[in-house]
């Protein structure tokens, strides 16, 4: 159970913190989903590393999983380092379903610990008919009751163009009470985002000033109001976990201001710099004390197609750049079906829910071709479980129980779906 503390102190609490009212759109500014910026690529897996005592020493590793027909993210298992045996310890194992637009809809992240299986959080994502955000719901897990409880909502509102505003609400544990968050926008010609003005209140009715974001653009930016609006449905959902990125903007500064009852005041921004071919090379982040005082500084590397392969991450100890953390990537390339801008069509596929389940899952394949698919279920040592079979559109139960009927445990089973020559497979959760 010590272990456990400490994950839901080191990697649960963080991920709470990012929920704070009012100052989502800030956090979108440095998310992006797991695709290559150079297309037809891919990230397998990531590391990251803490710079002590002249010694970049490994901390966690963030391994990706593919569906083999659509070539949308599925899963991703994340690692701890264990310094004591040299080796890498299981931490949080993210799963997520896409609806046919490759949309994430929801995802669930979970601890194990052997056949232990804990549930941390879930989210859960709506989208319009013009396959926009509209609502974003995450829960976390009350190991007490069993129960789901709300963390944290969001909804978004769109004029024809570009967003309108957007509401968050957050229970706050400390206070015991709501809080409530709305975000204003202010646009320039281009559409693009140059203002956001946050807003508190206790009941939704009366709306104090909280925070203010104000955003300048590189000369060479052509991002517009459908970039920012795509930005945000696709990555938002999957934001927990890839926060590496950049946004879809050349953003120039971002300064921070802070309320204080009776105007706005300086608190933090960010500048960042460019390469001759328009990547971003560096971002430093400054505080407000009388004058701008640097503190933290991000670096940025690229192999020769473009995507990253470090990210340095540095603190400022008022005389020089000092080093603190890093992230190397490692990417690997995909194939025109598993591009998942571009969508397989006529692939196998495999409709798996609810995930997690208890006792019984349905299973629902898709196919352009006739004929039946079989479905195999395997643990995670490799072993097959059960064997079934459904014709496209059909949907099927699996009881939980092995070809001999027996009852399964809690754990990670793999769901694989075969039909002339193609394959599919899912990754589920079973809980008791």
């Excluded at 150079?38 to 966690?60: A, C, E, K």
């Excluded at 789901?148 to 229970?171: C, D, G, K, V």
Aim: with cysteine; glycine share 6%; charged share 15%.
């Amino acid at each position: 159970m010590k272990k456990l503390a400490i994950i839901l102190c080191v990697v649960l609490l963080p991920l709470l913190l990012l929920a704070s009212a009012g100052n989502y759109m800030d956090l979108l500014r440095g998310i992006q989903f797991p695709t290559g910026t150079s297309r037809g690529y891919r990230i397998n897996n990531s590391i990251s590393y803490y710079y002590l005592s002249d010694v970049w020493s490994p901390d966690t590793k963030n391994v990706f999983y593919y569906n083999s027909s659509h070539g949308w993210v599925d899963a991703m298992d994340s690692y701890d380092y264990n310094n004591d045996t040299s080796t890498w310890e299981s931490g949080i194992s993210s799963i997520f379903t896409h609806d046919s637009y490759g949309r994430v809809t929801g995802a669930q992240y979970i601890m194990s610990f052997g056949e232990l299986i804990i549930p941390v959080m879930s989210t859960t994502a709506l989208y319009d008919s013009q396959h926009r955000l509209i609502h974003y719901y995450m829960n976390s897990y009350d190991f007490g009751t069993g129960e789901w409880i709300p963390l944290t909502r969001m909804h978004f509102e769109y004029s024809a163009t570009n967003f309108s505003a957007m509401y968050n609400w957050e229970y706050d544990s400390e206070l015991n009470m709501p809080i409530y968050g709305k975000t204003n926008f202010t646009f320039d010609g281009q559409g693009r985002v140059i203002e956001t003005i946050n807003q508190v209140a206790p009941d939704s009715l009366a709306w104090v000033n909280d925070t203010r974001n104000v955003t300048t653009y590189h000369p060479h930016d052509t991002s517009t109001a459908a970039s920012m609006i795509e930005y945000i449905s696709a990555m938002l959902p999957a934001a927990m976990f890839f926060e590496d990125f950049g946004s879809p903007g050349m953003i120039d500064t971002e300064i921070n201001y802070d309320w204080s009852g009776t105007g706005w005041v300086n608190s933090e921004r960010t500048v960042s710099t460019y390469s001759p071919n328009d990547k971003i090379a560096s971002s430093q982040d400054d505080y407000w004390d009388g004058a701008w005082v640097p503190y933290y500084k991000t670096s940025y590397s690229y192999d020769a197609n473009g995507n990253y392969t470090e990210v340095l991450e540095q603190e400022h100890n008022l005389a020089a750049w000092e080093n603190s953390s890093k992230t190397v990537y490692a990417w690997e390339q995909s194939s025109a079906n598993e591009d998942q801008n571009t969508p397989a069509i006529g692939s196998l596929s495999l409709n798996a829910y609810p995930v997690p389940f208890s006792s019984t899952l349905t299973l629902s394949p898709q196919s352009s071709k006739t004929g039946i698919v079989d479905i195999q279920i395997y643990n995670m040592k490799g072993q097959l479980l059960n064997s079934l079979a459904a014709l496209p559109g059909q949907s099927i139960e699996w009881n939980g129980l092995d070809s001999k009927g027996n009852k399964t445990g809690s754990g990670i089973y793999f769901i694989k779906a075969s039909q002339l020559g193609a394959t599919t497979t899912n990754r589920v959760i079973k809980l008791k």
